[in-house]
């Protein structure tokens, strides 16, 4: 039986087509080194930009799932912080069938993300907007303006005045690991609410990750080639 207007029970799982999309980058995908608390559930976000000459930018989002106590995720702590709305939203159960994928996606929004946490960008021509510095500074306001509904204190992000005009927040240098040897990166340790950093890939690429401040103790910050999750990618 098919009900108007909802997902019928055999809809493809999206991330099969996303993991098409991802074999475009032309660099590997990085991710966080794999830990106990953290879980790759292959929710990736995929962008391209594109000129006369074929594509000219590229960039590919991992969103984690975070465990706190990873040893018993029947553990209370590990679930996220949910009004009431939100919690009755994820426990409906509709009168019709639902795919798989679906079901388990929305379980698992009884857990914390950590919402495009590590990003992989390439150019394929450098600028001034492919400097680790401009990366990670995008990656920061893209967090803050949609996970944090907060107000991005230089201006409309989107505006390319504003952009290159742009010089806060204050980033320094610092030791960053990438598969497993020490390169020199830069960060953004003065916001609040989150924890910014990014270092150089090589070959016009650039690793970035933003993290929520409160969450921290709980993430290696050390990244890595990302292996295959389950399967999509």
């Known amino acids: ?9 055999d809809a493809p799982d999206p991330r099969i087509e996303n993991a098409k999309r991802l074999k475009l980058m032309p660099i590997p995908i990085m991710g966080l080194v ?3 608390t953290l879980e790759d559930p292959d929710m990736i976000g995929f962008q391209y930009g594109q000129d006369s000459r074929g594509y000219n930018e590229m960039s590919a989002s991992i969103t984690y799932m975070l465990w706190r106590n990873p040893v018993d995720k029947s553990d209370p702590i590990n679930l996220a912080e949910l009004d009431e709305q939100t919690r009755a939203s994820i426990g409906f159960v509709p009168p019709w069938p639902r795919p798989q994928w679906l079901v388990e996606q929305v379980e698992r929004l009884r857990y914390p993300q950590l919402w495009e946490a590590v990003r992989t960008t390439w150019h394929r021509d450098p600028t001034g907007q492919s400097s680790v510095a401009w990366v990670l500074t995008d ?3 893209h967090i803050l303006m949609n996970r944090n509904r907060r107000q991005w ?3 409309n992000a989107w505006d390319p005045h504003t952009r290159n005009a742009r ?5 320094r240098e610092v030791a960053v690991q990438v598969d497993g040897a020490e ?6 340790d003065t916001d609040p609410v989150v924890y910014a950093v990014g270092a150089s890939l090589g070959n016009n690429g650039v690793v970035t990750a933003v993290l929520p401040r409160e969450e921290l103790n709980y993430i290696r910050i050390e990244f890595a ?3 295959r999750s389950t399967g999509f990618s």
Not at 1 to 9: A, D, Q, T, Y
Not at 167 to 171: C, D, I
Not at 183 to 188: L, N
Request: proline share 12%.
């Open 1 to 9: 039986m098919r009900f108007e207007g909802v997902l019928p029970e």
């Open 34 to 36: 794999p830990q106990p």
């Open 139 to 141: 990656h920061l306001i």
């Open 153 to 155: 204190i230089g201006g």
């Open 167 to 171: 010089n806060a927040p204050a980033t």
């Open 183 to 188: 390169v020199r990166g830069i960060e953004i």
């Open 225 to 227: 080639k990302r292996g």
